[in-house]
């Protein structure tokens, strides 16, 4: 299983770390990813890591979002900058493609 932590309230423009961390025989060496769902929206990929791949990131945030992991830690994570109020929704990790398991997310709330 996987479990997102680390949003809060950020005003626009500031910055915000996501941790991710993850049993072992979830994390593995698969490619681990963040997505995030707004209210009334489909859940949507923000980002992803493969294991010694090059990230992926999703337009709406390429260039202000960084992702990686640490294997040894079974933990990834979501550097998020430049936050605009658009960025605000509820963040998941998980594996691409992603188990059935969500967990809670991790809020995060960007203020104009």
């Known amino acids: 299983q996987l479990q997102a932590s680390g949003g809060g309230v950020v005003e626009t423009g500031g910055s915000l770390r996501l941790t991710c961390t993850a049993s072992?025989?979830?994390?593995?060496?698969?490619?681990v990813a963040w997505f995030r769902q707004i209210p009334n929206k489909p859940r949507a990929l923000v980002a992803s890591?493969?294991?010694?791949?090059?990230?992926f990131y999703a337009d709406f945030v390429k260039g202000r979002f960084v992702i990686s992991r640490d294997n040894d830690q079974k933990t990834v994570y979501l550097e998020m900058n430049k936050l605009e109020p658009e960025d605000t929704a509820l963040y998941y990790c998980?594996?691409?493609?992603?188990?059935?398991?969500w967990g809670q997310g991790t809020q995060v709330t960007v203020s104009s």
């Open positions: 072992r025989s979830v994390f593995g060496r698969k490619t």
């Open positions: 998980n594996l691409r493609p992603p188990t059935p398991y």
């Open positions: 890591k493969p294991d010694g791949g090059d990230p």
